[in-house]
């Protein structure tokens, strides 16, 4: 077996840059939280700084941790853009702190719940349900589950008499497998931040379309 060394975050920031945070117990996890609900260190308050460090290295090959302080400081406003993003992290901070207040130990078992339970019970196979569902409510048509049959011809579940396909993105992306299916392909992506679902729906709506056309 291969040996690894583990150099965490706080050792970075001290061996690079000669400082040591010296944060409380957890409380660099609920400024995480609260930084990312806030968005308070976006670009829009505390500016580019992939590009903005790029440009300080190209000025000062040679410089070190102070020299990089000064340059933000002194060109781009960087004593007004961190007690901006400061303001909008803190107030997030006490909005959790709030809310904090309101968990208890009934709220923590309904959340367990919901997490090793409904969760797991939705992400394996049954999105499909919940993603034609939707679509029913969308299009205004009665949906039905597939058979085992049709599951082995890639056909999900029908909206009305029309089949459909309900794939994750990824699928689209594999060029499809090289599967045959005979039916419109709904294609889900999960949103990066949260437990919703994208629903690409151009196939299906070009199929329902032609369907309507042709009742004229």
């Not at 970075?12 to 996890?29: C, G, H, M, N, S």
Request: aromatic content about 10%.
């Amino acid at each position: 077996m291969s040996r690894t060394i583990r150099l965490s975050e706080d050792e970075r920031e001290e061996l690079v840059a000669d400082i040591d945070p010296e944060f409380p117990k957890y409380t660099t996890q609920i400024m995480n939280t609260a930084n990312q609900n806030s968005q308070g260190t976006r670009p829009a308050t505390v500016g580019q700084l992939n590009e903005i460090i790029e440009e300080y290295k190209e000025q000062y090959p040679e410089g070190d941790f102070e020299d990089w302080r000064q340059f933000y400081f002194e060109n781009y406003d960087g004593d007004k853009n961190i007690e901006e993003a400061t303001d909008k992290v803190f107030d997030m901070v006490v909005k959790m702190r709030e809310a904090a207040e309101e968990i208890d130990r009934e709220m923590v078992n309904r959340w367990v719940k919901d997490l090793v339970l409904y969760k797991t019970y939705t992400g394996l196979g049954r999105n499909e349900e919940a993603i034609l569902k939707k679509l029913s409510e969308e299009y205004d048509l009665p949906y039905e589950l597939g058979t085992a049959e049709d599951e082995s011809k890639g056909i999900d579940g029908y909206l009305g008499s029309q089949p459909v396909s309900v794939k994750p993105i990824t699928y689209k992306q594999k060029a499809r497998l090289q599967e045959d299916i005979d039916a419109p392909i709904v294609y889900y992506e999960d949103y990066s931040t949260t437990n919703a679902l994208k629903l690409h729906v151009d196939e299906l709506d070009a199929v329902l379309s032609r369907i309507a056309l042709t009742k004229r």
